[in-house]
């Protein structure tokens, strides 16, 4: 899939009913060393990465690429959702003559349970549909995290398949371009 290459980026923010999805900014560094440095983010994604290694490594405005959007609240950042390419030796291929995408998302502990992560999912959604009309979207958690498997169903993916890795039940399902908007 080289949708995304053609897409132009960055875009214009995004605003939905709360929230503002926007390319990244270097004031978002001190978030996404959070994010990525949290236990509880990353309680179903293998465990949170050290955060002295990435005072050291994460770049001055980090995650600026095509399909990234740091999701703000309120002036803050409180995750980021991504909507990429699905990498080829990843499992599953929807369709492996032109490919797919895979919906990805992080927020932080104290914005969940407030439905942001469906409002800020929903608006990326929409949008690569725009951009990349007619491409599915995959995406993958664990069966044992009951949010992301909540959320999976409300923005409309179906069960592709289940298997085992990292030592638990993983799920990945599809999200059909030809579906309504999720919203």
């Known amino acids: 899939m080289t949708e995304l290459d053609t897409v132009a980026w960055p875009v214009d923010p ?52 095509p399909g990234h959007f740091v999701i703000e609240l309120d002036g803050a ?25 895979e919906l990805s998302y992080l927020f932080l502990p104290r914005a969940w349970g407030c439905g942001y ?19 599915p979207v995959v995406l993958y958690t664990q069966t044992a995290n009951g949010r992301s498997m909540r959320l999976a169903a409300k923005l409309g993916f179906t069960e592709l398949e289940k298997f085992e890795k990292w030592d638990a039940e993983q799920w990945m399902g599809v999200r059909d371009p030809a579906a309504p908007p999720a919203g």
Not at 17 to 42: G, K, Q, T, Y
Not at 90 to 98: L, Q, W
Not at 117 to 135: H, I, K, N, R, S
């Open 117 to 135: 992560a469906a409002e800020a999912c929903t608006a990326a959604l929409d949008w690569f549909a725009a951009a990349c009309p007619g491409v």
């Open 77 to 101: 950042m409180i995750g980021a959702v991504e909507v990429k390419q699905h990498e080829a030796e990843r499992r599953g291929r929807v369709r492996p003559d032109t490919g797919e995408a």
């Open 14 to 65: 995004i605003k939905t009913e709360r929230l503002v999805l926007r390319e990244s900014e270097a004031r978002d560094r001190a978030a996404f060393i959070e994010l990525l440095s949290s236990p509880e983010v990353h309680t179903y994604l293998g465990g949170p990465q050290p955060r002295d290694e990435l005072e050291r490594s994460v770049p001055e405005t980090p995650g600026r690429r």
